[in-house]
């Protein structure tokens, strides 16, 4: 059994890890840590798992566990491992933003890779160290790599795309809470998202020069998932687009692509991303739907998990959506 160490147990990622390990056959969680909890029941702040697990949050890490899930804020996961010292044989996966950019990846002598299977599958495999991708990053580059890796990534990108409250994590603020997200929509941060960095870099790797990327994130008056549409000049017809996809994915056991239109339901509460793709004119609209805090993170994180340690890719990650 895989001993697993969770660090930060009390957000929503952390959540979500701890439902996926306690049904996961390969592993063992060891220990959910946080910082606000500790000595309370994992159940008071997750009682989604009541009946599941009498785990309590501790203070205490274990440094020797076979794989550490960091579930840290943005920056918080340097502190974190310049304060505890894992043993050389400890798998660390990374769900901050901290070391997904190719001038942050080497940290204290470790070398993170980028943990998006669907592009780096084998560097994953021999990997120690992963830096899991972001939520909006993910749902984009699945569904723009197939195109740079036919280097027809010529032109400028459109990418219009809408997630769920829980993408801005369980501390309330201003645009999240029920009253102010409730009926509502809304754009932020136009043209200069974070996770831009990482999109362009993994585009880049398979197509040197590519199109410029125009991003506007939208807030969803719903809870989990991302549907984004991506839209750019294509000169081929529908069905060679179609080729080009299911080629680039045919080994990709989470990512489907769809003949009929999609919509977000059909991946929530799942690992999958699903890909429609629509030809009007000479514009290719390609749209992508993930769960973000599955796909988005954990459930990516665990997939990740799977392939390092040699196990089935989909092993624990075999969930299925409810649309009704």
Known sequence: MIKAGIIGGSGYTGGELIRILLNHPATEIDFVFSTTRAGKKVTTAHPDLLGTTDLEFTGNVNLDVNVVFLCLGHGNSTAFLKEHHFSEDT???DLSNDFRLHADANFDGKQFVYGLPELNKSDIEN????????CFA??????LLPLAKANLLKNEVHINAVTGSTGAGVSPSATSHFSWRNNNVSWYKPFT??????????????QENTGNLFFIPNRGNFTRGI?????TKFDGSLEDAE??????????VFTQISDEPINLKQVVNTNQCHIHLHKHDDILLITSVIDNLLKGASGQAVQNMNLI???EESLGLNLKAGVF
Do not use: D, M, R
Not at 127 to 134: E, K, T, V
Not at 193 to 206: T, V
């Open 91 to 93: 798998v660390i996966i």
């Open 127 to 134: 990997a120690q160290y992963i830096a899991n991708p972001g």
């Open 138 to 143: 993910t749902t984009i580059q699945l569904a």
């Open 193 to 206: 998202h974070q996770h831009l960095g990482e999109i362009n870099e993994s585009l880049h790797s398979l």
């Open 227 to 231: 549907l984004a549409t991506s839209y």
């Open 243 to 252: 080729k080009i996809y299911k080629e680039f994915y045919k080994n990709a």
């Open 309 to 311: 340690f040699g196990l």
